[in-house]
Nanobody
Framework: VQLQASGGGLVQAGGSLRLSCAAS????????MGWYRQAPGKGRELVAI???????TYVGSVKGRFTISRDNAKNTVDLQMNSLKPEDAAVYYC????????????WGQGTLVTVSS
């Protein structure tokens, strides 16, 4: 499984960005897909995940501002980020885990999100 992330960039605080992750296989067979982020000097943290049934989980700091969605027809998982804050700035990574990955977590390359105050 290969994951290709896109959509990062520079945005002012309060603005929006949409990240997209394209998988090389049919994501219907991937149990959990998600987005993580890593800010400079910090560890990688979960942002949001979505399972094959559509159930979602968000880290508390993004609830109500970010929305994760998956499109099984397009084999993509998107992260809509609204009301961005400077503390959201990080490299964002797409991930996938399930029977099709041998239950190992697969990572895409990161996409940089910069939020100016």
């Amino acid at each position: 499984v290969q994951l290709q992330a896109s959509g990062g960039g520079l945005v002012q605080a309060g603005g929006s960005l949409r990240l997209s992750c394209a998988a090389s296989i049919n994501i219907f067979s991937i149990n959990v897909m998600g987005w993580y982020r890593q800010a400079p000097g910090k560890g990688r943290e979960l942002v949001a995940i979505i399972n094959s049934g559509g159930s979602t989980t968000y880290v508390g700091s993004v609830k109500g501002r970010f929305t994760i969605s998956r499109d099984n027809a397009k084999n993509t998982v998107d992260l809509q980020m609204n009301s961005l804050k400077p503390e959201d700035a990080a490299v964002y990574y797409c991930s996938a885990r399930g029977s099709s990955t041998g239950w190992a977590r697969v990572w895409g390359q990161g996409t940089l999100v910069t939020v100016s105050s």
